[in-house]
């Protein structure tokens, strides 16, 4: 298992950074100015890039599984009417592409208020962070 399937893309990990989620993480994305970018173990790459002054790098924070999966409320309080929502994350397998969905779904009515779908479990976890920040929950 590779480490760029264990945490965020790259293209989440900037979307999460202009949202303003604290970039804080085990492991950052290094951005050359040529556009290239690798994973790197967040302290190694503060020291060597950052700390040397490297202007035409940037550090993205890449969250783990793990860092998204602590992100994500166990439930959430939305409409008119309050009715809780609560977290439900299954995984599908295809033999292309393993797929993750992360949801958040009535116990009651089965209805369910969103659902992010992705090959990776780490970028399903971050569309859901992501759209729980724009909506105000995280």
Known sequence: ??????????ALAKEMAELGFEQDSLF??????DKT???EL????????????IKESVLYAAYTVAELGAM??????????????YLSITKRVY???????????????HNT???????TQADAYAQA??????????
């Open 72 to 85: 994500l409320p166990e439930s959430i309080i939305t409409g008119v009417a309050p009715t809780t929502y």
């Open 1 to 10: 298992m590779n480490l760029e399937t264990q945490v965020v893309s790259i």
């Open 37 to 39: 970018a690798h994973i």
């Open 113 to 119: 208020h969103c659902v992010f779908k992705e090959c």
């Open 42 to 53: 967040t302290k190694w790459a503060k020291t060597q890039y950052v700390g040397i002054g």
């Open 129 to 138: 962070c992501i759209w729980l920040r724009t909506v105000g929950h995280i």
């Open 95 to 109: 033999p292309d592409c393993d797929e993750w969905h992360v949801k958040y779904r009535n116990e009651s009515t």
């Open 28 to 33: 950052s994305w290094i951005v050359y100015e």
